[in-house]
Structures are given as structure tokens and as C-alpha cells.
């Protein structure tokens, strides 16, 4: 079994920061790709950041220069820093990855449970 858990959500002011984590735990043999997708009130969930093993990443067009996605391999754990936050940008963030289980030999995609952030103008 497989679990993401993560943390760092809250509420902040328009302009603030936070900063995710989300933890990979569980029979890990390896992580391709991790990211960070977001539902906000009565909308779709969208990607909001991803990076590969390698360190490749995509964003979010309306994210780019605030957000900042990186991943600790060793830790299997990724992160999401974001600056200069919206009141659009309040959602519920979710954690997701593609992990290939060591035992049984598989592959896994998962969500977190989600973390609330608020951003108050």
C-alpha cells in the first residue's frame, strides 16, 4: 500500500505565502511523476504543477512565476511553494503521484487527502 500525506495549507492574505509538502510512504520502489492539483467551489480539478523524477516540470499558465514545484527523491517527498498568492487561488490542493511498488512489482496512482488553503483579499 501506498499513502500521500500531506500539510502546509491554511489561511493567508492576498499576496502571502505558504508552502506544501506531501509525503510518499509505503512499498516505494520508485516515483515517477509527483504533483499538485487543485478543486476549487463547484469547478473542475486542475493541474496546478508537476515534475517528473528528473526533475522536469509543468505548470499552470496562470501560476507561472508565483509557484514553484520541487521534489526531495531521497525523502519522496514534493513540495509546493507559492508566492504571491491570489483569492482565485483558493482550493483545495491535492497531492498525486505515479509510483512503481516494489512489492508486488506495480504501478500505483494515488491521490492525498487534500489540504485546504484560503486566500482572504
Known amino acids: 500500500q501506498v499513502q500521500l500525506v500531506e500539510s502546509g495549507g491554511g489561511l493567508v492574505q492576498a499576496g502571502g505565502s505558504l508552502r506544501l509538502s506531501c509525503a510518499a510512504s509505503g512499498s516505494i520502489l520508485s516515483i515517477n511523476f509527483m504533483g499538485w492539483y487543485r478543486q476549487a467551489l463547484g469547478k473542475q480539478r486542475e493541474l496546478v504543477a508537476r515534475i517528473t523524477s528528473g526533475g522536469s516540470t509543468n505548470y499552470l499558465d496562470s501560476v507561472k512565476g508565483r509557484f514553484t514545484i520541487s521534489r526531495d527523491n531521497a525523502k519522496n517527498t514534493v513540495y509546493l511553494q507559492m508566492n504571491s498568492l491570489k483569492p482565485e487561488d483558493t482550493a483545495v490542493y491535492y497531492c498525486?503521484?505515479?509510483?512503481?511498488?516494489?512489492?508486488?512489482?506495480?504501478?500505483?496512482?494515488?491521490w492525498g487527502q487534500g489540504t485546504q488553503v484560503t486566500v482572504s483579499s
Open positions: 498525486h503521484a505515479d509510483v512503481v511498488r516494489r512489492n508486488p512489482y506495480s504501478i500505483w496512482s494515488g
